[in-house]
């Protein structure tokens, strides 16, 4: 098979679909072939993005609401169901962080928020597409793939954002534990723990914070071998590579980009 077809036919959902990283994903996924099922809170975005895509022959199923209200999450399942009749490729990629600050200055709301929507939306996820793709897998044979969207702050600690990188080591905990539960029973079960990446969360939020310019980035970037912040498409691109059915020896595992910062 021609790499060009590999998604053909599946159907492939992927929260935190107007973001940036949801955006490059959903068009890599879709040149492949994928049909799309698309969330995100940001309902203006997202309904902007999916005419775009349906402008362009993809077939896209899209709903606005938030990962961390548990009946968004079924529903967005639901909808993958309805419009396509499988769901084979999950991206758990919606995530927000708190401002940037000292532990003890971390206002408590926002420190709420950011677990309620990167921890529990991402088991919110897990918990309504596992059911689906358990019974693909009994009823059909058909394999299907979880890819958790953490960060590296989901496997290191991470100064001023730290219950982002709480959050996030809880996506990687799940990850793991739940690879376990479904290695056979078709479902592989995978995170991704991304360092810095030029997007609007990183630009907006900690490069802001720092200044907002060379001298910021080159900041943020020091403790990374590569000095350098990631394109979004270097992280988008392996979400292919990870959920791709003949990497089918690959689960539990929080892999990371991150321009050899954890080889470190
Ligand atoms: N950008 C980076 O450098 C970086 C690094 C490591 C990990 N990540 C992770 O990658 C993922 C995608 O981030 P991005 O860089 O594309 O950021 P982004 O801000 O461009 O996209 C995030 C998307 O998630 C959506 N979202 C936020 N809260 C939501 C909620 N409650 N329910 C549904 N959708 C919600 C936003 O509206 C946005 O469209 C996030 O989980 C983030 O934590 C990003």
């Excluded at 996820?125 to 394999?143: D, L, T």
Aim: aromatic share 6%.
């Amino acid at each position: 098979m021609e790499d060009v077809d590999i998604f053909r036919d599946k159907t492939v959902l992927i929260t935190g679909g107007a973001g940036e990283f949801g955006r490059s994903a959903s068009q890599l996924f879709a040149e492949r072939g994928a049909r799309l099922v698309l969330s995100d809170v940001d309902g203006k975005g997202l309904a902007e993005f999916a005419e775009q895509l349906a402008q362009a022959d993809v077939q896209v199923a899209s709903i606005s609401g938030s990962v961390a209200n548990e009946e968004h999450c079924r529903q967005t399942v639901d909808l993958a169901m309805q419009r396509f009749g499988r769901l084979d490729i999950a991206i758990n990629n919606a995530g927000m962080s708190h401002a940037p600050a000292k532990t003890a200055d971390i206002d408590s709301k926002q420190a709420l928020e950011t677990v309620q929507v990167d921890l529990m939306g991402v088991f919110y996820g897990m918990k309504h597409q596992i059911p689906v793709m358990e019974a693909a897998y009994r009823e059909h044979g058909r394999s299907a793939s979880i890819l958790n969207i953490a960060s590296l702050a989901g496997i290191g600690g991470a100064p001023t954002i730290s219950m982002y990188a709480a959050a996030k080591h809880g996506v990687v905990g799940l990850t793991k534990s739940a690879a376990l539960e479904y290695a056979r029973r078709g479902i592989r079960i995978n995170a991704l723990c991304p360092a810095f990446a030029r997007t609007p969360m990183v630009e907006d939020g900690l490069l802001a914070d720092a200044g907002g310019d060379k001298k910021a980035e080159d900041f943020l970037t020091r403790g990374i071998p590569m000095r350098r912040l990631a394109e979004p498409e270097e992280i988008t691109r392996s979400m292919l590579w990870i959920c791709d059915p003949r990497n089918s020896f690959m689960t539990g595992q929080a892999v990371a980009l991150d321009g050899g910062t954890s080889a470190m």
